[in-house]
């Protein structure tokens, strides 16, 4: 269950994600509270599909707010319909990893900066396919690229937090053939990198766990540095595994990203100006015209 990563390129990752202005981005200031001054908590339900995401090899700096990075040569990962009833809409993101080498990560980049002590709530649900012929309690994990004491990047402050079910519940507790959900706080995760422990301790890669509450007293300062996001690989052989509703919730607003294989319309303007060969009805048919589109948003929504 070890896994293994790589620092290669990662200055040059938080620089680049810092200054991203990737359009597809969730408007971080759409839901404050003009008129009373003060910003109010807000929900953000992002839909991310396959036209939100640059594909890349892995250690390379993010080009869009949303990466899959994938490691060659059989790591997979796609935007799918199913399995099954996913917890939001009718898909989710689905990766496969054949090889003991393989690994996938998809990564969201909009978070970068947030103090890990603002961090309030993460969860995730996954699909474990019953044709994996991975361990059953292999799971993909939420991974997070943090700054362990934030300010400024210098050596030695990168580190990897990850989250994986088997540590948090019983093996019988996770199943194959149906969606689950797990929550990341209050919960134990482990880290690829050193971090400070309770009472002075030191929190060993690879080998300590350690509950987000210790992470956090522990660790003030320390912000997300890059990715937010899922992980598979690196040890997971043989899994094929979906995931759906990754969210996160930072002074109150949440963001849950809900992974779809297409985007169905919820405004007559997305069908407009050609935008309804863009989008699908739920059942995932398209649509012949504007009209038909529009006439599916009147009964819809
Ligand atoms: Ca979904």
Sequence with gaps: MAHSYKIVGVIALAASAACTTDPTAPDLKSATNASAGVPAASTNNVVVTESDIS??????PPLRNWVFYSRPPSSTGFFVSGPGNPPMGVGSFEMTTVLTTDKG?????????TRLADIGAISYATYRDPASTADPVQLPSINIEIDKNGGAF?????????????????????????????????????TTRAINGPGGTTCAPVT?????????????????????????????????????ALS??????????????????????????????????????????????IKYVNHET
């Design 105 to 113: 990560t998809l990564f969201n980049y909009d978070h970068v900066g």
């Design 248 to 293: 996160i919730s930072a002074n109150g607003d949440t963001w849950t990203y809900n992974f779809e294989p297409f985007r169905t319309p919820t405004s007559k303007d997305e069908c407009k100006n050609g935008g309804w060969q863009d989008v699908k009805a739920a059942d995932g048919s398209s649509f012949k015209n504007q009209g038909q589109c």
């Design 208 to 244: 300590c766990y350690i509950s987000w509450a210790d992470i956090v007293a522990n660790n003030p300062d320390a912000t997300i540095l890059g990715g937010f996001g899922i992980n598979q690989g690196s040890g997971s052989t043989g899994l094929i595994a979906a995931t759906d």
């Design 55 to 60: 594909r890349q090899a892995e250690d390379t």
């Design 154 to 190: 210098l050596p030695g402050d990168y580190a990897t937090l990850v989250f994986e079910p088997i540590y948090n519940v019983p093996a019988s507790a996770i199943h194959s053939g149906e969606w689950q959900t797990w929550n990341g706080i209050p919960g134990i995760w482990w």
